[in-house]
């Protein structure tokens, strides 16, 4: 696979989205992990929108000044809690992020940074969430595809809660580093993709790879 | 006069000035006529308590008029006198030349003369301001756009005493070397463009002491933390101003109120008001009652038939003039009737101008005393004028009597009937509108109506209580009609005429409290909107925030205990008269608040995923 020769920083917007922030202990250490990278926007989505009411220009207009974008959230029914589906409802519009003319995100990066509370065995095709969690993202794997977007493997703390206090500050510190590595431009995306994630055109064109 | 006469003079018209306010107060009538009554009993002619100092009183308690005109300037920024101009200048002029013309061919009947008859006419064309803006401020009327009219015709014949002090001389040719000394200012020996010079000067100085000297001193006396000295300088102020304007022979209220308004969009302009409000009060109400004690009750006696003759058609004639001029300038009828009420008495200043011009040889015989017992009846008779109007004329107005008719209504199909067009009823216009929405709104206060219009908004003059109407505003054809006025009964009221006429109409009614609620959904209206229950709860949720509670988080709390809130609404309505049951229920709803609440928070504890991690063995 070609890749870019020399790798670039990467404007990172996180969105965050937990609906009960004050309960939070694996996100908010996710979170706070973060603080003070530079190049690095971090959004709680549940606070800029605490009613739902979802602006699309504001939303793309932030998203055209970034790189990679991290929907970062709490695994909640094998998923994303409501606020991240409206938003990709909301501001992936027709003719912007996908169909004709949409290619304002071609060209980008998306990831995946959860906190789940299951156990990593039980995400086993044998296990007892019988899939596996590249599974069940299976819907942001696509959403990227056609937005000509690069899926990146997702992060993920397993059993978040369960963690002692110094495993779970290690989780959030190797996320940390991730995040930065791609700021500075030090980890290369393209390595990182999802298993198995064919580049989709619209972003092989935008690289002219 | 000794300290203790002085002393007996104040005990005596401090305790006129608190017996009769309440007294006038709880009788609805104002406390101007009671000051007047108060100050006529107190007076000469019945108990005799204050006797000749009257007229000295009465001189120094028009600085209270004074002290008035300051702070009326200091609620007008330049910007809102310049929009007055027109009304100023136009509607002032006019009605100062009509009335004296009216007025003055009238008086032809018995006057010696058209000169005298002018000179009469310019006499009672002038009203009293202290009267006019004083009631007009008690009742809050002062800022609409009808008081403001009034109040630039106030301001107009302040200004035009100073031409008519002027020119009164020349009509009195006759006496060859007319002139007492009222006008006699200092500059009086100049020539005419000396004068001129002087005066200009004069109000130069005010204007640009006020915008450049006064703000710097007042930051330095602010600034030494004593409020007796920013008083203190206040006053200094305006007496200062009332007597530089007394050299050069200007009106003192017109440079104070020109300071004033130099003032106006100050920083100390609260202080100011705050400050000099409570001498304005008490000076009036001195002056109130010296003109009451001045009332020659010898004279009504001796020649009633005259005086009153003579009264009565004054204030007639001046109404008629006013309702012309009110009418030319586009006021309607409600307003239009507020107008010349407001303006039918004679002014303090007539006094003034009578002396003058009887030293001018203009009145004569009998004419200066008739004349004033004419202006001194006139203003004890305008506060009742005043009341006629509101209790009287106003409502009839309202019930469309006369003048005002009903607007024809029209619409195309409206969705919406809004009743009630104010500020809660016009957002809701503006968000239907929005959607594209068709509207029709009823409102019954006819200068909103006009405004409104004007801004391009579809709205009727009219009373939505009325089932014509209704009709016409296509309550048949319409899904929903929102009932926004603001009087309880009459929302009550429309409520069960829209009910039993219009059964299919959707009712969405604003109610004032809960116990207006309770009523309301007895009356079998699910939609009931507590009219500040809403923004109370908007800033309920800002507070949270502000004490750090996660956005979502607050709306979440409001969004939930407004739930809560509006099923106690619902449930209490069925007790409303049940006191003790009442309580019962509203504890009950407190418990479940708090219930609610806490099992949100898991009790403060962070819920456990143990379903999520942990092996379960009931899983099939
Ligand atoms: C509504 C809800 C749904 C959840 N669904 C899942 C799930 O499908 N799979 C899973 O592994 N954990 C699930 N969890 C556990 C959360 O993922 C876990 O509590 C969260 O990641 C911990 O992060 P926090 O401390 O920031 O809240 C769920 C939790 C909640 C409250």
Known sequence: ?209 | MSLNDFLLGSLLYLAAAVISAPIAKRLGLGSVLGFLAAGAIIGPSVLGLVGNEGEAVKHFAEFGVIVMLFLVGLELEPSKLWQLRQKIFGLGLLQVAGTALVVGAASLVISSGWRESLAIGLILALSSTAIVLQTMEEKGTLKTPVGQSVFSVLLFQDISVIPMLALLPLLAVASAHGGDDHSASLIAGYPVWAQALFTIGAVGLVLVAGRYLMRPLFRIVADTGTREIFVAFALLIVVGITLLMGLVGLSAALGTFLAGVVLADSEYRHELEMDLQPFKGLLLAIFFIAVGAGIDFSLIASGPMLLGLSLTAFILLKLATHFGLARLFGLNGPDTSRFSFALAQGSEFGFVLITFCAGLGLLTGDMPGLLTAVIALSMAAAPLLMMLDEKVLQPRFADGDFLRDHDAVSHSGADVIIAGHGRFGMTIGRVLNAQGKRTVVLDLDSSQVDTLRRFGFKVFYGDALRLDLLEAAGAKEATVMVIAIDDREKATELVKIARHNFPHLKLLVRVFDRSHAYDLIREGVDNVYREVFGSSMDLAKDALMALGVHPYEAQRTITRFRALDEKLLRTSAAHANDESKLIDLAKQSRAEIARVFAADKGGGQTPPDVAWHDDDKSTP
């Open chain 1, 1 to 209: 696979m070609a890749k870019p020769t020399i790798v670039n920083r990467m404007r990172v917007l996180i969105l965050a989205a937990h609906p009960r922030t004050v309960q939070s202990i694996a996100q908010r250490a996710m979170s706070r992990a973060l603080e003070g990278i530079a190049g690095v926007t971090l959004r709680d989505l549940y606070a800029l929108y605490p009613d739902f009411n979802i602006h699309a220009e504001t939303e793309q207009e932030i998203l055209l000044a970034h790189d990679l974008i991290v929907l970062q959230h709490p695994f909640y029914w094998y998923s994303a809690p409501a606020i991240i589906k409206e938003w990709l409802d909301i501001v992936l519009e027709a003719g912007w992020a996908y169909g004709a003319g949409g290619t304002m995100l071609a060209g980008k990066y998306l990831m995946t940074a959860i906190s789940t509370g299951g156990r990593a065995d039980f995400y086993h095709a044998k296990g007892r969430n019988r899939f596996t969690i590249e599974d069940l993202l299976a819907p942001f794997n696509q959403t990227a595809h056609l937005c000509g977007m690069a899926y990146l493997a997702p992060f993920v703390v397993y059993a978040a809660r369960k963690q002692s206090a110094g495993d779970l500050a290690t989780a959030a510190e190797s996320y940390r580093q991730l995040i930065e590595g791609f700021a500075r431009g030090k980890i290369d995306p393209t390595e990182h993709l999802a298993a198995g994630y064919h580049l989709p055109d619209g972003f092989k064109r935008r690289h002219a790879l």
